[in-house]
Nanobody, 126 residues
Framework: QLPLVESGGGLVQSGGSLRLSCAPA????????IGWFRQAPGKEREGVSC????????YYADSVKGRFTISRDNAKSTVYLQMNNLKSEDTAVYYC???????????????????WGQGTQVTVAS
């Protein structure tokens, strides 16, 4: 079983909204940095957003700024990604990633994260 579980993906029309959730598979696990990556067919996995537990600071890729919002419920150890005004180019598999020691930044990359989920498909129809 993967350490993180994502939910909330699906099919939506362009301009629509979806909310993704990410939670640890075991509630005894806790992480400092939890982020979202996405991977479209034929493309590399790219960072979308990330949030730090210690100070609540967040990071967003330029392509999603103003449209996506990441938030964290520390009591539930759950992170949410609210995605508004979705575009066809947002279509991808979205992965949740986490690490106990990492601090989110614009320089984060997939190898920085120790734990991953199975991914959830987001499809935006134009």
């Amino acid at each position: 079983q993967l350490p993180l579980v994502e939910s909330g993906g699906g099919l939506v029309q362009s301009g629509g909204s979806l909310r993704l959730s990410c939670a640890p598979a075991e509630f005894t696990l806790d992480y400092h940095a939890i982020g979202w990556f996405r991977q479209a067919p034929g493309k590399e996995r790219e960072g979308v957003s990330c949030i730090n537990r210690s100070d609540g600071t967040t990071y967003y890729a330029d392509s999603v700024k103003g449209r996506f919002t990441i938030s964290r419920d520390n009591a539930k150890s759950t992170v949410y990604l609210q995605m508004n005004n979705l575009k066809s180019e947002d279509t991808a598999v979205y992965y949740c990633a986490a690490d106990s020691d990492l601090y989110c930044s614009a320089y984060m990359s997939p190898p920085d994260f120790s734990s991953w989920g199975q991914g959830t498909q987001v499809t935006v129809a134009s």
